[in-house]
């Protein structure tokens, strides 16, 4: 089976602005906070997919992650 991947704007949730809607990801927080969250080790690191712009996390760790977190394991 193959692994599932997520993008940036399918986790992280942005406000609308202007004439834009806006959009509720996975997580209830800004793409900038997960890239901190990347930045500070606490979140599972992105792999790259096809090119250097094509960036990604992988369902399977992110559902870890979240199980992690429900547990109470930081």
């Given at each position: 089976?193959?692994?599932?991947?997520?993008?940036?704007?399918?986790?992280?949730?942005?406000?609308?602005?202007?004439?834009k809607?806006?959009?509720?990801?996975?997580?209830?927080?800004?793409?900038?906070?997960?890239?901190?969250?990347?930045?500070?080790?606490?979140?599972?690191?992105?792999?790259?997919?096809?090119?250097?712009?094509?960036?990604?996390?992988?369902?399977?760790?992110?559902?870890?992650?979240?199980?992690?977190?429900?547990?109470?394991?930081?």
């Amino acid at each position: 089976m193959q692994p599932r991947y997520l993008r940036i704007r399918e986790l992280a949730s942005t406000p609308a602005r202007d004439d834009k809607p806006g959009r509720q990801g996975r997580y209830p927080v800004a793409p900038a906070t997960i890239w901190r969250w990347v930045k500070l080790g606490t979140f599972p690191a992105p792999v790259k997919l096809g090119g250097p712009q094509t960036t990604a996390w992988r369902v399977d760790e992110l559902d870890a992650w979240d199980a992690k977190r429900a547990t109470g394991g930081q």
